[in-house]
Each structure stands twice: as C-alpha cells, then as structure tokens.
C-alpha cells in the first residue's frame, strides 16, 4: 500500500470512523509525503505546525475555487464558508478577525466562567432528573450540546428559546468541511446554510432595529458604520461560522473526552479529587481524541518542508489528528496521559487561523469534565457509542449513559475534592 491508497483508505467510511491505524500507515512514508501530483500528506507535528505558521501557505481564494470549484457560488454552503474568516486570506482574514476578536479575548473568556459553571450545574440536574426512570441518557442531547450552544448564543445574543434549532442546521452545514462530500451531502449543507443564514438575516433586522449588548449588535453597528470593514455577505457568513464554530468543536471535545475519561477510570478519579489538574487534563483529551482532525493549505511559492520540495500551487493535507499523536513529539503517543508535560496539541490548529474560540472552548471543558465526576460519580457508557462518518470534525452520533442517581444525591453540594459527609 502507497500513499494514495492509505489516503484513500482514510476517506472510507471505516477511515473516517478510525483513522488512528490509518495514521499510522501514512507515517511510513515519513511526515511529509507525497500521495498525487502536487497533493502531499502531513502527518508530523513539527511540519504542520510549520505549515499552518508558514505566510506562503493560505486557504484556497476565489481564484483557485473557480478552478477547481466551478459553480460554488450557486452552492449557499461553499459560498457562506468561503465569505467567513475561517475560508479567508490576509488582509481580508485579519480585518474581519480583529472585529470578533474583543469578544474572545482571555480576561472576558475568564469572566465567564461563573456563567458556564451555573449552566453546567443546571444541565446535570436535568440529566438526573431525566435518569430517574433508569433508563440511559444521551450525554450528547443533554449536555455536551446545550453548554456550548448556550454560551456561544449569549455571546451573540441568540434568544434560548431558538437554540434547540442550530444542531441540525450545523451537523448540515458542516458536512462542508470534509475532504469529500457528494451532490447529496452538498444539498444537504446548502439546506443548512440556507437556513442559518436566514435565521441571521433575521436577527440582524431585530438587532438594527433594537440594539442589545451582545457580539451581532456590535458587528451589525460595525457593518452599518462603513460597509468596507464589514460587506453584507461578510456580516452574515461570520454569524454563522462563530455560532456553529462555537458549539460543534466543543460538542465533539466533550463527547469525546467523556468517553475516554470513562473509559480511564483511575485517570477520572484523580480529576474527581483534584479539579485544579483540568487544564493539562483537557490538553491531553484534545491531544489524544481531536474533535478537528484536519485541515488544508495552499502554498503560492515552493517550500521544502520535512526533507520534500513543494512546488508552488500544492495541497498540503495537514492530519491534526495524527501530528498529536507524532512518537517524534510524544513518547507513547497513543496513551492517554494527563499527566505528560504541557503538550500544546494542535487541535485548534497554529498561526494566523488559530481557533478564535478555543480560549473557550478549553474553559467549558475544564468546567465540564470535574462537575460531571464529581455530581455523576456511578456515570458508565450505555453501551460502545457509534462515531459519526465524518473526518474534519470527529464525534459521535450519540452517547448513551448510564447514571447512578443515588450515587449522584449522595454528592450532590459535596465541595470539590471532598468525600461524601465531610463537613
């Protein structure tokens, strides 16, 4: 087997379901490797965090997706995606970055987590409350959707009564973001597109009308103010990409970290004793599990990465999933280790388009992960959960769980690191 064929193996559905062995595969024919005229792999760390901080690589312009994306305007999800910051190179990229920026910065993202705690907290008393019955709970429905979506809608100011409506839209729209999609995918994230975009659409006439404190009055004044630092189209595809940027990466960090932390058990009961060990917890979760396994670039000069010449104009296919699970970068790669040194992985990818949100990302599940084991200590898998067939973004369907509610009210106000009883 080459490496055209391991890459075709990954785009399978079983690829997509498992790509770790894949990875492996590929990183045979070392961390740069070349798997079809001016297309090449990259699997090491040390050359996709390159590639993403490299100026010459970008993401694919107008110019080259009327090369090779004939049509994309008439399609609402390509067109939405490419208007947005994440499809977009500088000056474009930076200007429309900087106008979102405020809102994700680390003194406002560390403000709020009294608010994620409480929405936390919330959550899990509906999940028990849901539980009583003994039947399983879909963790994903009850709580690894609504704390992102909740927070993230704050931010824009999106009424809680509309939130349930974005996980479909999403799941649709992202369908994007894969390597491949067919004409039946592609219909079905136009529908999705459609439907966020009109739902903004909306929003933006009430908030014109009405301005709040939230981030889509701010980028509706900014719009309004001088249409060159922010078009029409522009307003609109950033609306959508910070809503569903916001939750669906978070949704899959969640889901997949719970089912590692329980599959780890004496890895879950030093966090359920010691929270504070969160943040190198999270890191190694999105290490091990990336909810974002991969990512793309153009170079527009020719660049030697990795020991392989790239002419100008090639496709680098950068596999974050596999560049955290580099042995040249982590000993043991495919343990699960929260207590390896800081390992800075690259789920939320490097340079210029580093994730606006993953300051965010990172605090709702370093608030998450302790509280589920603290309040749900006899929580267990319902079962193997079953993986979505997607890629880009990896997570599952959904995730079945058992909940032990009398375990649960045992510790229901127990202090964090605390047992049961103590005063």
């Keep these: 087997m080459d490496a055209a064929e391991a890459l075709a193996l990954l785009m399978s559905p079983q690829g997509r379901i498992d790509p770790y062995p894949t990875y492996e595969r590929l990183r045979r024919y070392g961390p740069v490797a070349q798997a079809g005229p001016v297309f090449y792999v990259v699997t090491g760390y040390a050359e996709v965090d390159e590639i993403l901080r490299d100026s010459r690589f970008g993401v694919m312009d107008d110019a080259l997706r009327d090369q090779f994306l004939p049509g994309w305007r008439d399609s609402p999800a390509v ?16 200007r429309m970055r900087r106008l979102a920026a405020g809102a994700f910065t680390p003194r406002r993202i560390a403000a709020m987590r009294d608010v994620v705690e409480a929405q936390a907290d919330e959550l899990v008393d509906a999940m028990l409350e849901r539980a009583r019955d003994g039947e399983p709970v879909d963790f994903l429905a009850e709580f690894a959707y609504p704390l992102p979506v909740g927070v993230i809608c704050a931010l824009l100011g999106v009424p809680a009564a509309d939130r349930p409506l974005f996980r479909r839209w999403a799941a649709d729209l992202t369908g994007v973001l894969e390597p491949e999609i067919t004409t039946e995918e592609l219909a079905v994230a136009d529908r999705g597109a459609t439907e966020l975009r009109d739902y903004f659409a909306a929003l933006v006439r009430a908030r014109r009308a009405a301005p709040a404190d939230d981030l889509t ?14 078009s029409g189209e522009e307003l609109l595809a950033n609306l959508v990409v910070l809503l569903v940027a916001g939750f669906e990466t978070t949704t899959n960090l969640l889901g997949n970290g719970l089912v590692v932390l329980l599959e780890h058990p004496r890895a879950a009961d030093a966090l359920r ?13 999105l290490r091990y599990d990336s909810p974002v396994q991969l990512t793309t670039r153009i170079n527009e ?29 982590y000993p043991e790669p495919q343990r699960f280790d929260p207590w390896r040194p800081p390992v800075h992985p690259l789920s939320f990818g ?9 300051g965010l990302a990172r605090l709702e599940a370093q608030v998450a992960f302790p509280l589920l084991l603290r309040r749900l200590p006899g929580l267990a898998l ?33 202090p964090a690191g605390a047992a049961p009883g103590t005063p």
Excluded: K
């Design 79 to 94: 067109a939405s995606i490419s208007r947005s910051m994440l499809r977009t190179n500088p000056p474009d990229h930076s």
């Design 217 to 230: 009055t701010a980028l509706v004044q900014v719009h309004d103010a001088d249409g060159d630092r922010l």
């Design 273 to 285: 004793e010691h929270p504070d060990f969160a943040p190198g917890y999270v890191d190694e979760l």
């Design 301 to 329: 000069a020719p660049v030697s990465c990795g020991g392989v010449e790239l002419p100008a104009g090639s496709w680098a296919l950068l596999l974050l999933g596999a560049a955290n699970r580099d042995p040249r970068r």
């Design 350 to 358: 490097a340079g210029p388009h580093y994730c606006l949100g993953a």
């Design 382 to 414: 319902a079962g193997r959960p079953r993986h979505r067939t997607r890629l880009t973004l990896r997570g599952y369907e959904t995730l079945p769980v058992i909940i032990d509610t009398e375990s649960a009210a045992a510790h229901r106000g127990t």
